[in-house]
């Protein structure tokens, strides 16, 4: 099967398209045929190994799982022999976690892994930008216990994760402000956003509003600085801190009548399973900025480290 595979860290260039073995399923496993994944900044992190902790755990002078692509959908080719959630023909998305291998024509997963059948009234290519953006949205959205009715404001709010943190804190009943660049004001008041600054020309923390949820998206913004816009009891989501946000954020918390989340996900089919379930009601959309081919995904990469795209780059991998 073709595969994009990095046998280094880098530019986008260290991606080059190879012929690997075809994965076969194990007895509890699938064999998805992957319709179409999606370019994101973990990806992005992977491939560059930035923050230079990446490698503790992903390899130390070279990546040891040289296939990046984590957020899939796809059809289910093949089933082990104790398979009993899927079938042959299903058409499947979620997320291959830690695994990663979906910048592929094929993949293997266990039936349990972050998994649910595709919603009927989204294409492939949507299906598979979801679950990066949504299932991580989710878990922080979800950590905040969020009230109906809470002052929610999302920084970064038309990326990936943003665009899906939106979606859903409106879902849970937030009164939602939005944060985004000037061209993107438009898309992000018509993902449900009830007020949405355009962070040229406002800054949020100087506005002398309050909110009882921040959620940053994208590591762009002071600490310190949204703490002070925050309720006293209110909640400040990192999405994408890293170790020292972390640890201040503990020592915040510790010492502090606000509360300070951040860390790595867990992912859930479950997760997978209430975002499709959104999606078949109506009630969360993807957003899909452009979309490559697999050939194409050198370029696609280029695409998502300049930091201005709307929502998801979708990449197709196989067309029928």
């Not at 503790?56 to 002078?61: A, M, Q």
């Not at 040891?64 to 998305?93: C, H, M, Y």
């Not at 999606?279 to 957003?287: C, L, P």
Request: net charge positive; hydrophobic share 40%; with cysteine.
């Amino acid at each position: 099967m073709k595969a994009m595979i990095y046998e280094r860290y880098g530019a986008p260039e260290v991606l080059q398209l190879k012929e690997v073995n075809k994965p076969t399923p194990k007895d509890k496993e699938i064999l998805i045929r992957v319709k179409s994944t999606a370019v994101n900044t973990g990806d992005i992190r992977l491939r560059k190994a930035d923050p230079w902790a990446v490698r503790l755990f992903f390899g130390l002078t070279k990546p040891r799982k040289n296939i990046l692509g984590g957020a899939f959908s796809g059809e289910v080719e093949a089933v082990g022999k104790s398979v009993t959630k899927f079938k042959t023909g299903d058409a499947v998305f979620g997320s291959a976690g830690m695994r990663f291998g979906a910048y592929a024509e094929y993949l293997c997963l266990d039936e349990d892994a972050t998994l649910a059948i595709k919603p009927a009234n989204i294409s492939h290519t949507e299906a598979g930008t979801i679950p990066f953006g949504g299932t991580t949205a989710l878990y922080f959205i979800r950590k905040a216990k969020i009230k109906k009715g809470q002052k929610v404001l999302i920084y970064g709010a038309s990326g990936a994760v943003g665009s899906a943190a939106v979606q859903l804190a409106k879902y849970f009943g937030a009164h939602v402000t939005a944060v985004c660049g000037p061209s993107n004001t438009e898309m992000v008041k018509s993902l449900g956003a009830d007020i949405v600054i355009d962070y040229t020309k406002e800054d949020f923390t100087k506005n002398g509003e309050i909110y009882d949820v921040i959620y940053e998206t994208v590591n762009k913004i002071s600490f310190s600085e949204s703490i002070h816009s925050l309720s006293k009891k209110g909640t400040l989501l990192l999405g994408a801190g890293g170790l020292p946000h972390m640890l201040l954020g503990t020592w915040v918390s510790m010492v502090g009548s606000c509360k300070v989340i951040t860390g790595v996900i867990k992912e859930k089919a479950e997760d997978i399973s209430f975002m499709k379930q959104l999606i078949e009601d109506g009630k969360y959309k993807a957003v899909v900025d452009r979309s490559y081919s697999l050939t194409q995904i050198v370029a696609a990469h280029r695409y998502v480290e300049q930091g201005h795209k709307k929502g998801n780059v979708a990449i197709t991998v196989n067309e029928n």
